[in-house]
């Protein structure tokens, strides 16, 4: 199909481009870029009013798929994805079984080809069945097309193991993907340290369960040389190492989710599961060196981290509920309403964080780029849309979210993959 978008604002980071263009596609690429295109398409979409962006890259999602589908389903994440303008995702391998060798990177991929609206992405594990005892096929993995690796809901706790993991995925090209947790401080911990804890009644994980690790990963990266990637930050000294690992020179990156540059610890106020997350909401203090991490520059993705769960998983104490929040439907108006709108970050600076800067971490040359040649991975935002977020309108099987009820500005409302439109409320359409 030809489509031709007329009179977007169109922000693309690897052209600089920011302003009123249209953008035509034909046989899934970008064709041309041009203030005014005078020519035949087979579907008309009249952007007037809002942003023509990337499809956004979210590097850190849960498709709980395979074995643990009444969750979530590749289907299902993938369309709460493409609602959310995500046309990539990174699945995380803790699946059941894992995703421990090349077989079964394969068959997501495979399987996704045919089950979801957005490209997916399969991650691998560092260790065989995320055990921490023996090294999983990173070579085969890498081969499979798996991009990363990563141990995510824990982290390899013998740091001489993970060292080979890293110098391994380092020989394939790959990336580390780090979920920074030091087991042995954790304590059943099940929110922030801090005198909302104390009000609770509940356990606290401080900020060294997470800043330990991270100084550990930084310097194996040092030593090993691998690309790390560091996980859903959640603290001050993550930014500030981060920050020190840049100045250095060293191959590290950082994602921050909205849930941390938006909530504190302040906002649980009463036992409610939708507010346990790992890492926790911590404080005020971090939420502004978050946000002013994202706005230097020195971390580098927006990610979700979207984990659903099912009600009665959710629905308890924070002392029982299992961790995780969903966030594929809400990142692009969340991040919007709390960073743009508030002059944190450029519109530019969005697209970078949830699309471009994504992209070249996985060294996908060919997208996030609403440019000329690309493919044509887009994502049409309405910065005028107000709302409340409602969890009962998600199309993914998860509902925990703390944010139900908040009020956004911005809607994703079109999303094209590889040309395809497979989000459609501009036009009255899916």
């Known amino acids: 199909m030809t489509i031709l978008?007329?009179?977007?604002?169109?922000?693309?980071?690897?052209?600089?481009?920011?302003?009123?263009?249209?953008?035509?596609?034909?046989?899934g690429r970008i064709e041309k870029?041009?203030?005014?295109?005078?020519?035949?398409?087979?579907?008309?979409?009249?952007?007037?009013?809002?942003?023509?962006?990337?499809?956004?890259?979210?590097?850190?999602?849960?498709?709980?798929?395979?074995?643990?589908?009444?969750?979530?389903?590749?289907?299902?994440?993938?369309?709460?994805?493409?609602?959310?303008?995500?046309?990539?995702?990174?699945?995380m391998p803790n699946t059941k079984p894992v995703i421990d060798d090349g077989e079964k990177v394969s068959r997501v991929h495979e399987r996704a080809k045919g089950e979801s609206l957005t490209h997916v992405i399969q991650l691998g594990a560092v260790t065989k069945g995320q055990k921490g005892e023996e090294l999983a096929d990173i070579e085969e993995m890498a081969r499979a097309g798996c991009h990363g690796i990563s141990e995510d809901g824990k982290s390899v706790m013998n740091a001489s193991?993970?060292?080979?993991?890293?110098?391994?995925?380092?020989?394939?090209g790959i990336v580390v993907f780090a979920h920074c947790e030091d087991q042995t401080l954790v304590e059943h911990g099940v929110m922030n340290a801090d005198k909302n804890a104390k009000r609770l009644g509940l356990r606290g994980i401080t900020n060294s369960v997470e800043d330990v690790i991270t100084a550990r990963d930084i310097l194996l990266s040092k030593e090993t040389g691998v690309k790390l990637h560091l996980c859903h930050c959640s603290t001050a000294d993550s930014v500030k190492m981060v920050r020190?690992?840049?100045?250095?020179?060293?191959?590290?990156?950082?994602?921050?989710?909205?849930?941390?540059?938006?909530?504190?610890?302040?906002?649980?106020?009463?036992?409610?599961?939708?507010?346990?997350?790992?890492?926790?909401?911590?404080?005020?203090?971090?939420?502004?060196?978050l946000r002013q991490g994202l706005k230097d520059g020195v971390m580098d993705v927006i990610a979700t981290d979207h984990a659903p769960h099912a009600r009665e998983e959710k629905d308890k104490s924070m002392a029982e509920a299992a961790f995780g929040i969903v966030g594929l439907?809400?990142?692009?108006?969340?991040?919007?309403?709390?960073?743009?709108?508030?002059?944190?970050?450029?519109?530019?600076?969005?697209?970078?964080?949830?699309?471009?800067?994504?992209?070249?971490?996985?060294?996908?040359?060919?997208?996030?780029?609403?440019?000329?040649?690309?493919?044509?991975?887009?994502?049409?935002?309405?910065?005028?849309?107000?709302?409340?977020?409602?969890?009962?309108?998600?199309?993914?099987?998860?509902?925990?979210?703390?944010?139900?009820?908040?009020?956004?500005?911005?809607?994703?409302v079109c999303t094209l993959v590889d040309g395809k439109i497979v989000y459609d409320t501009l036009s009255g359409g899916m």
């Open 33 to 91: 870029v041009a203030e005014h295109i005078d020519e035949d398409a087979e579907r008309l979409l009249d952007a007037r009013g809002c942003y023509v962006l990337p499809g956004f890259i979210d590097l850190h999602v849960h498709f709980r798929d395979p074995g643990l589908e009444y969750k979530e389903t590749l289907a299902t994440g993938g369309r709460a994805a493409v609602k959310g303008g995500v046309t990539t995702v990174c699945a």
């Open 244 to 289: 020190l690992a840049k100045e250095e020179g060293l191959p590290v990156t950082a994602e921050v989710c909205p849930h941390h540059f938006i909530l504190t610890s302040d906002d649980i106020k009463e036992d409610d599961g939708n507010y346990k997350m790992n890492p926790p909401l911590r404080s005020k203090a971090d939420v502004e060196a």
């Open 161 to 172: 193991l993970y060292r080979q993991g890293m110098k391994a995925a380092r020989d394939c």
């Open 5 to 27: 978008i007329q009179n977007g604002h169109v922000v693309d980071p690897l052209t600089r481009m920011d302003g009123c263009y249209d953008v035509l596609i034909k046989n």
């Open 329 to 412: 439907e809400t990142s692009a108006a969340l991040t919007f309403t709390s960073l743009v709108k508030t002059g944190v970050l450029s519109m530019m600076d969005m697209a970078e964080k949830m699309s471009s800067n994504p992209a070249k971490l996985l060294g996908l040359e060919d997208r996030g780029s609403v440019s000329e040649g690309k493919a044509a991975d887009v994502v049409i935002f309405d910065p005028s849309r107000n709302y409340k977020i409602d969890k009962n309108t998600f199309v993914s099987k998860g509902r925990n979210t703390p944010f139900d009820g908040f009020e956004v500005t911005g809607e994703v």
